[in-house]
């Protein structure tokens, strides 16, 4: 049995400034991605076969990586741990999460048809892989839509987190649809149990621009976080 | 011969630029809400 909390934005602490969300994480990010862009466009050389069109390869994967690995997966552990101990603060953090995320998976949707045009000659097909991303897209912006629609803190808490926790799966599936299906998409060349089928110059910008999409990740979610408690300390408010 | 598409990777990068720029523009624009 859980205690009952009072007030909604008592359990959260006190209210921040709402003058101006960031922190210096902000400024940190914005030097990494723009730094990794540099390298990726100048330093890097261009692949013989795709040509200047297979860069998109340093923004596409990492962009998807985080946005489900990260943005959702830490979405559903919030959500887990807020059903379990009924702490507004997990429940925040996994309202940021799920924000965050869908925002870096809507890059991932955007770039990976502009990829795809120039390999595939195609925008889109209906496979297996780019169906259930578009899928889990739809599930999270359920998520956010849910949210929005409920008023009672606790209700919206409790139905979010178990709508969360119905995203998990479908993660494990669009990773592994590649390897159990026919499908367009490539299979991973570099999150394998072999060694990464890549050049090094090339490895190394792939794994610094996953670095300065996760430092991009903290700092807008820290961000959105603080906005969660704004919110929560105007909607008490008498 | 190297295929000349670099066009894609321009418009991918904009558009990724665009997107995340204009979110965290629109964090700062909530906050503000609640300020006014």
């Keep these: ?238 | 011969m190297i295929p000349d598409n670099a066009i894609y990777f321009e418009v991918a990068y904009a558009a990724a630029a665009i997107i995340y720029g204009a979110y965290a523009v629109s964090i700062w624009w909530r906050a503000a809400r609640f300020r006014r």
């Excluded at chain 1, 007030?7 to 006190?14: E, N």
């Excluded at chain 1, 887990?80 to 995320?101: C, I, K, N, P, Q």
């Excluded at chain 1, 990976?112 to 991303?133: E, F, H, M, N």
């Excluded at chain 1, 999409?213 to 979610?221: D, G, K, S, T």
């Design chain 1, 1 to 238: 049995m859980h205690a009952r909390i009072p007030s909604h934005s008592r359990a959260l602490g006190p209210a921040p400034s709402p003058l101006w969300p960031y922190d210096w994480s902000i400024g940190l990010a914005a030097f990494a991605v723009i730094g990794v862009a540099i390298r990726a466009i100048w330093f890097t050389p261009i692949e013989a076969r795709q040509g200047p069109a297979q860069k998109i390869f340093y923004v596409h994967p990492p962009s998807a990586f985080v946005g489900i690995w990260i943005g959702f997966g830490l979405m559903a552990i919030a959500s887990g741990v807020y059903l379990w101990l009924r702490d507004e603060r997990a429940d925040a953090f996994a309202e940021s999460s799920g924000e965050v995320g869908l925002v870096f998976l809507t890059v991932a949707l955007i770039t990976g048809p502009i990829w795809g045009k120039t390999v595939w000659g195609t925008w889109w097909t209906w496979d297996v892989r780019l169906t259930s991303t578009l899928f889990l897209w739809f599930l999270v912006s359920g998520y956010l839509v849910l949210r929005g629609a409920i008023e009672d803190p606790e209700l919206r808490a409790r139905y979010s987190a178990v709508l969360a926790l119905l995203s998990v799966p479908l993660m494990f599936f669009i990773h592994f649809s590649v390897y159990f299906f026919r499908t367009l998409h490539p299979m991973p060349i570099v999150a394998k149990p072999s060694a990464p089928s890549l050049p090094p110059e090339m490895l190394t910008t792939f794994l610094l621009a996953c670095v300065a999409m996760i430092i991009l990740y903290i700092a807008l979610v820290r961000a959105r976080y603080r906005l969660a408690l704004v919110r929560a300390h105007v909607e008490d408010a008498p």
